[in-house]
């Protein structure tokens, strides 16, 4: 009779994360990932959104609406993280980079941040530009250090220690969530005691899910920090270096409800020609774009944000949800993965007192 298991669904950034702290939370646990796709899957699908990330960081103030709130507590607890694994951990692909913003219709509450505030950690050299250094059209700048992460290498990385620290791996694809407790019988894991629901948006079951595509270029050319330009048309322009000389993604789109998986010629076009109107210190002319590749993304978008619930479909059936986590999945990782593993935690206890 095989011991019972925790089954985490998805292996994307939040499944992952998840996985990796609650194998420290329960170190006597069996934990078994069982995903359609993997970070050693050759050619990901669009949908497998954390194969496609840039991935920067990019702080989220909190002085806005109660889900943003939230989202920066998320986003600051996984920045404390990130740090100390870009120390500690540099081939796991994530490394401090200098960050730069410019803005041409500032919001507010950016307006009143001042020289020396927090913004995207305590002690981030968090900056105001003075006018004479903003480009021409922007209106509002600031300079900070942050972290940018080679998604590849880090989704690979987070799946080697959860393999090394005793964990399985199942490539599958399932229909439900709920499918997955079946799956286990038949496999012989055990009867799980949660299946933890962390599959992007990719179950389609949830009426909140919409996808926001994202297309973007990966060039040869290595930039020495990443920069966020939003124009005036509400039109967003980055560039972010991939740690370990992996090249600069060049960005990018933001396309809600848009299904097309190809990338689009003039999309690339478009992406480059502003980059270069945009950043002249990076790539002077189109032409000299070395291009590597071109991305295109589905950002699992949720309206309201994640879901973290517990729901029980059955008397032997329990699901922890942990998905939805749109343009920010990386960013706000280890804050969702606490969160989850909260829940997991809250399950296991009331089945321990049965
Ligand atoms: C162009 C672009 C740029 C981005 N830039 C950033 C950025 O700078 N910073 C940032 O933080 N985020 C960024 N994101 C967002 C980020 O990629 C996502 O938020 C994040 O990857 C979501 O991770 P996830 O693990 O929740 O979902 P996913 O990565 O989509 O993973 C879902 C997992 O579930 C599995 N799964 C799904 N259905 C099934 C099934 N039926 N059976 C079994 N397994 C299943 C999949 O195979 C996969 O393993 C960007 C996204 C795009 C597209
Ligand atoms: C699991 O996650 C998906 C998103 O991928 C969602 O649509 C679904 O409602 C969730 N729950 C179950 C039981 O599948
Ligand atoms: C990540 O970095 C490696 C170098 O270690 C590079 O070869 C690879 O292309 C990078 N991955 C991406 C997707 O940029």
Redesign the pocket.
């Known amino acids: 009779m095989p011991s019972s298991t925790i089954i985490v669904?998805?292996?994307?950034?939040?499944?992952?994360?998840t996985a990796v702290l609650l194998q420290q939370h329960h170190p006597t646990h069996p934990i078994t990932?069982?995903?359609?796709?993997?970070p050693s899957?050759p050619s990901?699908?669009?949908?497998?959104?954390?194969?496609?990330?840039?991935?920067?960081?990019?702080p989220i103030h909190p002085l806005t609406t109660p889900q943003l709130r939230f989202e920066h507590e998320l986003t600051m607890h996984t920045a404390s993280t990130m740090r100390r694994i870009a120390r500690e951990n540099p081939e796991a692909g994530v490394a401090e980079t200098p960050a730069l913003e410019y803005f041409a219709n500032t919001p507010k509450e950016i307006l009143e941040l001042k020289t020396g505030d927090v913004y995207a950690w305590p002690g981030d050299g968090f900056r105001v530009l003075g006018k004479t250094e903003l480009p021409a059209e922007a209106e509002w700048g600031c300079e900070y250090q942050a972290y940018?992460?080679n998604?590849s290498v880090y989704?690979r990385w987070l799946m080697d220690r959860f393999i090394a620290n005793g964990g399985k791996f199942i490539q599958?694809?399932?229909?439900?969530?709920s499918?997955?407790f079946e799956f286990a019988r038949q496999n012989n894991l055990g009867r799980p005691h949660v299946v933890v629901n962390?599959?992007?948006?990719?179950?389609d079951a949830d009426p909140k899910t919409k996808i926001?595509?994202?297309?973007?270029v990966l060039v040869k050319q290595q930039y020495h920090r990443t920069i966020t330009w939003q124009h005036a048309d509400g039109t967003w322009a980055?560039l972010?270096p991939r740690p370990l000389n992996g090249g600069t993604?060049v960005?990018?789109?933001?396309e809600i409800d848009d299904w097309e998986a190809s990338p689009r010629a003039e999309t690339r076009e478009k992406l480059l020609k502003r980059s270069v109107e945009s950043f002249p210190d990076f790539v002077a002319k189109v032409e000299d774009f070395v291009v590597l590749k071109d991305?295109?993304?589905?950002?699992?978008?949720r309206e309201g944000g994640y879901r973290f619930g517990i729901e029980r479909l059955g008397s032997e059936k329990t699901v922890v949800h942990?998905?939805?986590?749109?343009?920010?999945?990386?960013?706000?990782?280890w804050g969702?993965a606490r969160e989850i593993a909260g829940l997991v935690k809250q399950v296991l206890g009331t089945q321990a007192k049965l």
């Open positions: 669904i998805g292996a994307g950034v939040t499944g992952l994360t990932i069982i995903a359609a796709e993997t899957t990901p699908t669009a949908d497998y959104a954390s194969q496609w990330a840039g991935a920067h960081y990019r940018c992460v998604v989704t599958h694809r399932l229909s439900s969530a499918d997955a962390c599959s992007g948006r990719n179950f926001i595509r994202g297309q973007t980055f972010i993604i960005g990018g789109t933001k991305n295109v993304g589905r950002r699992p978008w942990g998905y939805g986590a749109g343009g920010r999945g990386y960013e706000c990782s969702a």
